[in-house]
């Protein structure tokens, strides 16, 4: 798996190397227990401040715009995982997790299991129509933006639920 970091200070080089020396046994834990494949991922691990510029970046690159999100863009995240134009990627919040070993496995972990959930039938159309809206690109009506944010609910607690494999970690 493709883990790399983004204008990363020296001072989370231990948690850069903690996210490199587990990311392919936390993919293959959770695709053995999800029974599913997961599309092709990369980790990005950035400070807080830069974060949403990742995120915005990669956003922009899948929707075909460079317009800003039309809602603020918070990082209240510990990670987050978006579409990529070849998948997904995981943007991993450095500044809380460089202080946490089994806070930062228990992310990726999360992180990586919603990125199974884009390989799921529909999930990468009913991603990109989300964005899509978000970048003002496509509006969604009232009913499709309630099926999403069900949706979305139902993943991140697929993903909670998962966390545990945090703990078969070597």
């Not at 204008?7 to 231990?14: C, P, S």
């Not at 948690?15 to 599913?36: F, G, K, T």
């Not at 092709?40 to 950035?46: L, M």
């Not at 806070?103 to 990586?112: A, C, Y």
């Amino acid at each position: 798996m493709d883990v790399s970091g983004y204008q990363l200070h020296r001072r989370y080089a231990l948690l850069l190397a903690r996210v490199e020396e587990i990311a392919d046994q936390a993919a293959r834990l959770v695709e053995q227990r999800m029974r599913e494949r997961m599309v092709p991922t990369r980790i990005v691990v950035a400070a807080e401040k830069h974060c949403p510029e990742v995120v915005i970046r990669v956003q922009q690159q899948v929707v075909g715009v460079d317009t800003l999100p039309l809602r603020a863009t918070r990082v209240d995240y510990l990670g987050i995982t978006t579409l990529a134009r070849d998948g997904a990627v995981i943007v991993l919040n450095a500044d809380p997790l460089s202080a946490d070993t089994r806070m930062t496995d228990e992310t990726v972990v999360h992180e990586l299991v919603h990125a199974v959930q884009f390989s799921r039938p529909g999930s990468r159309e009913l991603a990109m129509k989300g964005l899509r809206n978000n970048y003002g690109v496509e509006k969604l009506t009232l009913t499709r933006a309630w099926k999403t944010n069900r949706g979305i609910d139902r993943d991140e607690r697929e993903a909670q639920s998962l966390e545990v494999l945090a703990r078969e970690i070597r």
